[in-house]
């Protein structure tokens, strides 16, 4: 009797539980019902003001003021020109980080929107616009929106939520350190610490009203390459009198292209090697000395990221020696980032929540992308879970649709509200669930 007693009280607690949670969830949707407006309005003032990396003041200082009336506490130049606002549930629970970031890119903008940037700026020697070509300032209007909905029941969560505006996703100046792995080293996963980050990214070819996830690698790593191929000069007329460094550029390229055919095994996960930039020499009958590469290399699993690391060093410094020239590899030249790795885990225990928020015939398994993103750097910290958020319109072609960094990128921006309730009831859920058992590892 006193076993059915004590199963019957966890029953009922449980009941509680779960009732309250959906309460607190049909609170989140009716309040991002109401300020869907005013989010889309956020992104349109956003998006017409675009700030390349580690320079976005306005959008910063719009972002901070909008959290301070809130009530949320807020630290500003984390990062350079980073927001974190910290908001204190009333009632004990983990740490839930919410990630958005903030910059834009300098492509000029072709769509034919009323609020279009018209923005120019001096960006490696020459004239260049600025534009949200990647969807950012959706990001920004959406997290500024779910401040807003769960400052609204503070009193009711069971946890505290961080809010993470992150600069230079998309890199900075070169010399630079900018973007996650910048705010991780200023300390933004601590004080207090970070129990689970999610994060989203608006797509442009996936329709509004859906979203796509995937455990494990959903985006490469990213480490890209800068090859100097030193050889010896000669009259291009006599090229036995020169170690020739456009040759041995061109057997090194060629060499390359085998390691994804030969080495990675593709049955289980996809990997790049391109070389995007090749310049040496200035005139036709002149071989040059040197010949210097640009390129990239990706992967969707950290073993194969060291391993197409060192076979790229491998490759080129023997096929080098083999033509008698000297070779230097940097890697990475400028970028590294890791695999953005959603934690199985936590993905499994989270996807009721996505399901909940769009409907469960509008949350779709992906495959993984040889894109990259550095919310990985957070979850080499913690778990986490990152997924695309639909942007085309309803009924739109994914093949014709202009793609991210491009000057005829465009969102619907119908797909917003999803975004703001998605975030909002992923908070939710998981300081519940925490509540009861938890997800931490």
Same mark, same amino acid.
């Given at each position: ?5 004590? #199963?019957?009280?966890? &029953?009922?607690?449980? *009941?509680? /539980? $779960? ?6 969830? !049909?609170? @989140? ?77 300098? #492509?000029?903008?072709? &769509?034919?929107?009323? *609020?279009? /940037? $018209? ?6 020697? !020459?004239? @260049? ?96 390459? !800068? ?215």
């Amino acid at each position: 009797m006193r076993i059915i007693v004590l #199963v019957s009280i966890f &029953t009922l607690l449980s *009941f509680s /539980s $779960k009732s309250q949670n959906t309460s607190l969830r !049909k609170k @989140a949707d009716i309040a991002a019902d109401k300020i869907e407006q005013k989010v889309i309005a956020w992104r349109r003032d956003i998006h017409e003001h675009p700030e390349l990396g580690n320079q976005e003041f306005r959008t910063a200082g719009i972002i901070a003021k909008h959290l301070q009336l809130l009530g949320i506490e807020v630290k500003t130049g984390v990062a350079h020109t980073g927001v974190v606002g910290i908001l204190k549930g009333g009632k004990p629970g983990p740490v839930v980080a919410l990630r958005a970031d903030m910059d834009a890119l300098p #492509v000029i903008e072709r &769509t034919p929107v009323a *609020f279009a /940037s $018209k923005v120019k700026v001096q960006y490696n020697g !020459k004239e @260049a616009g600025v534009m949200h070509a990647c969807g950012h300032d959706t990001h920004v209007a959406i997290l500024m929106g779910v401040a807003e909905v769960l400052a609204g029941m503070r009193s009711e969560l069971k946890g505290t939520v961080k809010f993470i505006f992150q600069p230079a996703e998309e890199g900075a100046a070169q010399g630079e350190d900018a973007g996650a792995e910048l705010m991780v080293k200023e300390g933004v996963m601590q004080n207090p610490a970070v129990d689970v980050i999610f994060g989203l990214h608006i797509n442009s070819q996936t329709e509004v009203g859906k979203i796509k996830y995937k455990p494990g690698g959903i985006l490469a790593s990213v480490d890209d390459i !800068k090859i100097i191929v030193k050889g010896r000069s000669a009259h291009g007329a006599y090229p036995w009198s020169a170690i020739d460094p456009i040759v041995a550029s061109a057997q090194i390229i060629n060499n390359l292209q085998a390691i994804i055919s030969r080495n990675l095994n593709i049955t289980e996960n996809a990997g790049i090697v391109t070389i995007g930039a090749i310049n040496g020499g200035n005139r036709g009958n002149i071989i040059p000395e040197k010949v210097e590469m640009l390129g990239t290399i990706r992967a969707l699993k950290t073993e194969d990221r060291n391993m197409l690391i060192e076979r790229v060093r491998q490759v080129v410094t023997k096929t080098a020696e083999s033509a008698g020239a000297s070779v230097e590899v940097i890697i990475p030249f400028e970028s590294s980032f890791p695999v953005t790795f959603n934690d199985i885990a936590l993905t499994e225990k989270m996807l009721p929540s996505l399901q909940q928020s769009a409907g469960k015939e509008n949350v779709v398994l992906t495959v993984a992308e040889t894109g990259a993103e550095d919310f990985s750097f957070y979850q080499e910290k913690v778990p986490g879970l990152f997924f695309f958020l639909g942007g085309m319109s309803k009924g739109g072609n994914p093949l014709t649709a202009p793609s991210h960094h491009t000057p005829d990128f465009f969102i619907d921006e119908s797909g917003l509200k999803l975004g703001v309730q998605t975030l909002a009831n992923l908070t939710i859920d998981y300081m519940e669930m925490e509540k009861v058992g938890g997800t931490k590892k």
